[in-house]
C-alpha cells in the first residue's frame, strides 16, 4: 500500500561518499518528519540525521558535518549525501517517516534497509 524503499548503499573506500535516497509510495496525503537511521553489527539502531516537512534538520554528533540530510516534498523523496566516510559508519541504514495515507489514516514507515560499508 505504501512504501519506503531506499537505494545508494554499497562499498565505499575511507574518506569517499555516498549518496542514499529514500522513495515513499502509495496513497500518500503528506509526509511528516522523515529520518534516517543506522545499525552497525552488535550495535543498537541509532537516529542518524532528522528532517521535520519544514526542513529543519537534526543530527547525531558522530555525523555532524560530514552528512546532509535534504528532502524534496513534491517528490516524496529524502536523501542522505554522506560524505568523509569512516569504517565506523558501517551499517545498515533505514529510512524512517511518519505519515497520512490519502485516507488521512496515520502511518509510521520504515524501508527494509539499505547495507553502507566504509572500507579498504
Known amino acids: 500500500q505504501v512504501r519506503l524503499v531506499e537505494s545508494g548503499g554499497g562499498l565505499v573506500q575511507p574518506g569517499g561518499s555516498l549518496r542514499l535516497s529514500c522513495a515513499a509510495s502509495g496513497s500518500i496525503f503528506r509526509i511528516n518528519a522523515m529520518g534516517w537511521y543506522r545499525q552497525a553489527p552488535g550495535k543498537e539502531r541509532e537516529l542518524v540525521a532528522a528532517i521535520t516537512s519544514g526542513s529543519t534538520t537534526n543530527y547525531a554528533d558522530s555525523v555532524k558535518g560530514r552528512f546532509t540530510i535534504s528532502r524534496d516534498n513534491a517528490k516524496n523523496t529524502a536523501y542522505l549525501q554522506m560524505n568523509s566516510l569512516k569504517p565506523d559508519d558501517t551499517a545498515v541504514y533505514y529510512c524512517?517517516?511518519?505519515?497520512?495515507?490519502?485516507?488521512?489514516?496515520?502511518?509510521?514507515?520504515w524501508g527494509q534497509g539499505t547495507l553502507v560499508t566504509v572500507s579498504s
Open positions: 524512517n517517516a511518519d505519515a497520512y495515507g490519502s485516507d488521512l489514516r496515520y502511518l509510521e514507515l
